[in-house]
């Protein structure tokens, strides 16, 4: 092999050992970035006709070809050939093959440094979109859950163990509003990444009067980037996607916990429907929850690419190197995971059967404590004496092995002259939510006025 048909032969006059050759190429994965390297070189090449380095029929010629290059390519009539690297040299081959000195203009200017960081914006612009649309359908099956659970009590945990009773909606709608603020956290970054690197050159820009306002506009970004250093340099905007994916899948992760937890034989709250659960090859009675444990392990997989890219970052000295070429594969895994996973949460959501009758036999009588010692309260009794006093009486309850509710009104008074005929009333899950009707509460009121909100953010759109 020579090395007169790669892109940089003219200097390196050995050809790389095969397996250099093999280790140093991107173009298995970057492939994905052919589309956005077609967009970035017409632009580039109108770019060079305005400044007039290309004459308007060149830049004409050169953006027909490359449209002609993107039917080929889809048509899978264009095949990879050993000499190229990764996407941009492959799209520069193929254009030079067929325009012949024309095509070998169109890196007048540039770098694979600007072209690259410009191609990975666009992939992240329409990435963010798609994961803003799925979160909006995960978003409209949890609200669509909700209305139909304001009332259905069951007890929510603290530390794994019972603490009070609360509504299903409550608990569907805490998924909500963590995922509503992904969703803001991901049009807070779409904001931030659209700037255009295009015409920062390797490091210190392009020799030629190119107009990037201009080209900016052409390619839909807000602005281009402010520094050509600071665009080659960094990937910031790539560890912020990863991070807004790697929340959603954190806070997707527990909520595939909890409904693993809720669908086991014990609790029974809910069952998973069976087009999101696999059987077991050895035991015919299986329906194991698969769908959400794979959600819980691919979670791990995603904050591990948002580890692995500030890894890459931290001590490379700030300017392109080749490491850089390692931010593609996690970017790309780590959004591809979670829209999968966003969507898989969807379908289990809206497929979920519940048990209400099951979630009000699990209430149990202890659950309403904090309200027996509030009960104390309103009678005048101050809260730390009275979180004292229901203490002993749920350990008495449990000493003499009767349920927190069937102590009776004597038995209470042996504790507190407070207590009246009235008390038994405070054991009922209705009573207990009615009594938390303000702003946030797991009330009825309350939670009707969250799905309000909820309605209306999904109505005026993530903004
Ligand atoms: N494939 C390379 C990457 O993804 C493109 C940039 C190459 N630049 C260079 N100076 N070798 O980073």
């Not at 002993?392 to 507190?416: C, F, K």
């Amino acid at each position: 092999m020579s090395t007169e048909n790669k892109i940089w032969g003219g200097r390196i006059q050995q050809p790389p050992s095969a397996l250099m050759d093999a280790y140093g190429k991107s173009i298995h994965f970057d492939c994905k970035l052919f589309d956005a390297d077609i967009t970035v070189n017409r632009a580039w090449a109108l770019a060079l006709a305005d400044a007039g380095i290309l004459s308007a029929a060149e830049a004409e010629s050169i953006r027909h070809e490359l449209a002609q290059i993107q039917r080929d390519y889809h048509a899978g009539k264009l095949a990879f050939s050993p000499a190229d690297e990764d996407i941009h040299s492959a799209n520069e081959r193929w254009l030079t093959e067929r325009l012949g000195d024309l095509g070998a203009r169109i890196h007048t200017g540039r770098s694979r440094n600007d072209q690259v960081a410009t191609d990975v914006r666009l992939y992240l612009r329409e990435a963010y979109q798609e994961l803003q649309q799925a979160l909006t359908d995960l978003l409209t099956a949890l609200v669509t859950m909700a209305e139909e659970h304001v009332q259905t009590a069951f007890p929510g945990q603290t530390h794994l163990r019972q603490a009070q009773p609360i509504s299903w909606a409550h608990y569907l709608l805490a998924f909500f509003f963590q995922l509503q603020r992904d969703q803001q956290r991901l049009m807070d970054g779409y904001k931030r990444c659209n700037y255009m690197p295009l015409g920062s050159g390797a490091i210190a820009g392009a020799a030629f009067p190119i107009d990037r306002h201009n080209l900016a506009r052409e390619l839909g970004f807000t602005a281009p980037s402010e520094n050509s250093y600071d665009a080659t340099a960094d990937r910031d905007v790539i560890i912020e996607m990863l991070y807004g994916c790697s929340q959603i899948m954190t806070h997707l992760s527990r909520l595939a916990e909890d409904f693993i937890i809720w669908s086991s034989e014990p609790y029974g709250y809910i069952e998973i429907d069976e087009s999101y659960t696999t059987g077991s090859s050895m035991m015919p009675q299986k329906k194991n929850p698969d769908s959400l444990e794979l959600l819980r392990g691919k979670s791990a997989r995603v904050i591990g690419h948002l580890v692995s890219l500030l890894m890459l970052m931290k001590g490379i000295p700030t300017a392109y190197v080749r490491d850089l070429q390692e931010d593609k594969e996690p970017l790309f895994d780590a959004v591809e995971q979670t829209v999968n996973s966003i969507r898989i949460a969807t379908g289990v959501v809206s497929t979920l059967k519940v048990d209400n009758q099951r979630m009000v036999q699990a209430l149990d009588a202890a659950l309403y404590a904090t309200d027996l010692a509030d009960y104390l309260v309103k009678k005048g009794m101050p809260f730390r004496q009275a979180h004292h006093l229901v203490g002993a009486i749920v350990a008495e309850a449990e000493h003499i092995g009767v349920p927190l509710d069937e102590l009776t009104l004597q038995q209470l008074q042996t504790h507190s002259e407070l207590f009246n005929e009235d008390v038994h009333g405070i054991f009922d899950p209705q009573a207990a939510l009615g009594k938390r009707n303000l702003y946030g509460g797991t009330g009825p009121e309350s939670v009707r006025q969250q799905i309000d909100l909820a309605k209306k953010y999904l109505g005026d759109g993530p903004e």
